[in-house]
């Protein structure tokens, strides 16, 4: 038997990954790898989702003022839930996540939903959101969407949060958390300003969707804001982007601050932490052996 020594944990460096060089200090796998089902699936909930928050933009008529989404709502969470169990089993049936990544999965979440506790989201002061973006960044692209999902759900259930607007909070939270999973390569400083630029852009895309969901049932009928039915998707596109300016921008700029800030406050011993365990549990495929020719 034979077996590649390079790719069992603590063996022989190879040409290119040797110590004291950094590279082999940062090189790990992602905690959950994209196959190609969990991809398809992905791209499934993304598809659903965009069409969730989208269709309201279809209708040639009032449906009734300030019902957003109440019937409908129950609905997409019904539907999303499974998509995203779905992922995971598609994962695990793939051997892309093992049960050291589902126990980091459910450590993060209770962590992101112990921050959300004292502060949900008063004058936009929110300070999970930092943890979410340096938990994709290291675990990567997959376990950021996930993590996005199942880390709201539980931060409404610590809060009492559950209501028509919970399952557009996790698809918002997921699409977030796997965009910062793909970011490009960089490592120290450069790297936590990158994180930072996007946890603050992140943010205001953010609060940007989750004003979608109930605007064109919640702004009226009558002002210069409001969902007009029939009026055509770009018109009631500016409309719509008026009333976030106006409304909500202040909100939305306190969550972009905050994060920006924990982010190279706290970013780069979350990340040596992060990256810590990331190693310590060891997210690389399993080594296989093969028999030696004769």
């Not at 598609?90 to 589902?102: F, H, N, P, R």
């Not at 126990?103 to 949900?120: E, N, Q, T, W």
């Not at 796997?178 to 946890?199: Q, T, V």
């Not at 976030?244 to 190279?264: K, P």
Request: contains cysteine; hydrophobic residues 55%; charged residues 15%.
């Amino acid at each position: 038997m034979t077996v590649d020594l390079h790719a069992v944990p603590g063996g022989p460096a190879s040409p290119k990954e040797r110590p004291g060089d950094g590279s082999a200090r940062h090189r790990h796998m992602p905690a959950i790898r994209l196959g190609r089902r969990s991809s398809l699936l992905l791209a499934l909930t993304t598809t659903f989702g965009v069409v969730a928050f989208a269709w309201p933009l279809m209708i040639h008529q009032h449906t009734g003022a300030n019902s957003a989404h109440s019937s409908d709502a129950p609905w997409i969470f019904v539907a999303l839930i499974p998509l995203l169990l779905a992922i995971l089993l598609a994962e695990i049936s793939e051997g892309a996540i093992d049960a050291k990544a589902v126990a980091l999965l459910g450590i993060l979440a209770g962590c992101f939903a112990a921050l959300r506790v004292p502060s949900p989201g008063i004058d936009g002061f929110e300070p999970e959101w930092f943890l979410l973006f340096l938990s994709a960044r290291v675990f990567g692209r997959g376990f950021g969407f996930v993590l996005g999902a199942v880390a709201f759900f539980a931060s409404a259930l610590a809060t009492g949060g559950i209501g028509p607007w919970l399952p557009f909070q996790m698809l918002a939270a997921a699409w977030v958390g796997f965009g910062a999973g793909c970011l490009p390569p960089l490592r120290g400083f450069p790297e936590r300003a990158m994180l930072a630029a996007y946890g603050a852009a992140a943010a205001l895309f953010y609060g940007l969707v989750i004003n979608f969901w109930f605007w064109p049932f919640g702004a009226g009928t009558t002002t210069r804001y409001s969902f007009v039915p029939g009026l055509g998707v770009l018109a009631n596109l500016h409309r719509f982007l008026l009333f976030d300016l106006t409304t909500s921008m202040g909100f939305d700029l306190t969550r972009a601050a905050t994060t920006a800030v924990l982010i190279l406050v706290l970013g780069r011993p979350v990340l040596a932490a992060l990256r810590r365990t990331s190693r310590r549990a060891v997210f690389e495929p399993v080594v296989e052996f093969g028999d030696m020719e004769a």
